[in-house]
């Protein structure tokens, strides 16, 4: 079946008229390919800037709005300013109107005339011919935390006072250092179970040493662009050399930094290598500690863990039934609680729990208290948290041991 054609126009191509002149007979058009065209008309057709045209051989006509393409392109957003944002597009600035979607300075996003469409990914993605600015440091470097410090670090003295040490030695003590001719450490390795507090002390001490703390989170650093995570980990090394004191900390550093096998991926190989470059060109005159978590120490790279890298290494042991009574007087202080609470006893009933355990207690606690229409925690929803995470951290252990069992 078909239907016949009554009447047929030449073809044209879809064309923006990007300029006017000669009173509007001079028309400048833009054709969807990227090319230009000048044209003269001599009718008395209106066509004012931004207009769509159909152009063909020996005619022009306006062009339908229907016909109108919806113009789509990609950019890294720059700044946002309540009217406006501004991006990059292939190296050149360009703004739209700030609207409703949710996006931040670094995003990659889609973007139309109307303003940004939608976040394509949160990072500045890029070509591999790019070179990268220092808007790639910006996801790394973290904020100090006004109310993070030593009071909210439950338990484990001696590894705090131990970390603490090792640290102010090599940050705030390092010209006594070099005063007595001793090497500075360059690398300390924080080891234990996951929720023992590692990441927590890791920040507590880049602000009580008034440090710059740039963290590198495990996979998320692993970049599809070839050479781009190896760029970013120079750059976040030669900046940190230009602090006054800073730490680069590795988080989860055995899944970034892991034993280089032959079927490893390659960019693992060159993060391990251009780590283990950075490490050792470090100067004695710059205040640059690294630190590091693991909860597998025996995944991470041996060459990391040799003279004159990762010196040191700090265990986090388990909490012991005095820190579990202090973390969990914490966790009371930092919530509106009622009356006396059985602190004591719940620690004796948490042994083998970890900062992280214990504090699931108060998530619980608070929901059975909003629960009972209360405005503060009483020894009841104290209880009653406890029990409910208990059950939680058995089954957990009976997971284990069957995945143990099954190995």
């Known amino acids: 079946m078909s239907g016949e054609v009554s009447e047929q126009g030449p073809p044209q191509a879809l064309a923006r008229v990007k300029a006017i002149h000669n009173g ?25 800037v ?10 022009i006509d306006y062009a339908p709005e229907e016909l109108w ?22 190296g050149h600035l360009r703004f739209v109107p700030t609207n409703e979607v949710d996006y931040e300075i670094g995003n990659t996003v889609l973007v139309t005339d109307h303003g940004v469409d939608r976040v394509i990914d949160e990072r500045p993605l890029r070509r591999d011919s790019d070179p990268l600015d220092e808007s790639a440091l910006a996801p790394y470097i973290v904020p100090p935390s006004g109310n993070l410090d030593f009071s909210k670090f439950g338990g484990l003295k ?4 131990r970390a603490m040490q090792l640290v102010e030695a090599t940050l705030v003590k390092r010209e006594k250092l070099k005063a007595i001719k001793a090497r500075p450490i360059k690398g300390v390795l924080f080891t234990g179970d996951p929720g023992t507090g590692k990441t927590m002390l890791a920040r507590i001490i880049a602000k009580e040493t008034q440090s710059v703390l740039y963290r590198i ?16 980990l120079r750059m976040i090394f030669d900046d940190a050399a230009e602090q006054k004191r800073a730490i680069v900390f590795f988080d989860e550093i055995d899944s ?31 205040n640059v500690l690294v630190l590091a978590t693991t909860n597998r120490p025996d995944d991470i790279d041996e060459a990391l863990l040799r003279a004159g890298r990762f010196d040191w290494t700090i265990e986090f042991p388990k909490p012991s039934h005095e820190d579990r009574v202090e973390i969990l007087a914490i966790g009371a202080a930092r919530h509106t609680v009622k009356g006396d609470l059985p602190l004591a006893t719940v620690a ?29 925690i009483m020894a009841e929803d104290f209880v009653a948290g406890f029990q409910r995470v ?18």
């Not at 509007?24 to 057709?45: P, R, T």
């Not at 931004?50 to 005619?59: I, K, N, P, S, T």
């Not at 650093?221 to 970013?232: H, I, P, Q, T, Y």
């Open 24 to 48: 509007g007979q001079l028309l400048y058009l833009q054709f969807l390919n990227g090319n230009y065209l000048w044209l003269a008309i001599k009718d008395s057709m209106e066509f004012e």
């Open 50 to 59: 931004g207009d769509w045209a159909l152009v063909g051989d020996e005619r």
């Open 69 to 90: 393409p919806d113009e789509r392109w990609l950019g890294i957003v720059k700044s946002k300013l309540p009217d406006l944002t501004i991006l990059d597009a292939s």
């Open 158 to 161: 001696d590894v705090v006072q």
């Open 217 to 232: 989170r495990g996979p998320e650093f692993v970049s599809k662009w070839v050479g781009e995570s190896e760029e970013v």
């Open 256 to 286: 970034v930094a892991g034993r280089r096998e032959e079927n490893d991926h390659d960019a693992s190989r060159r993060i391990v290598a251009t780590l283990l470059t950075m490490m050792d060109r470090a100067e004695p005159e710059e």
């Open 348 to 376: 004796a009933q948490t042994e083998g729990w970890t900062a992280a355990d214990l504090d699931l207690i108060w998530a619980e606690a608070s929901l059975f208290a909003v629960s009972d229409e209360r405005e503060a």
């Open 390 to 407: 208990q059950e939680q951290f058995n089954l957990k252990r009976v997971n284990e041991r069957r995945r143990v069992a099954q190995e």
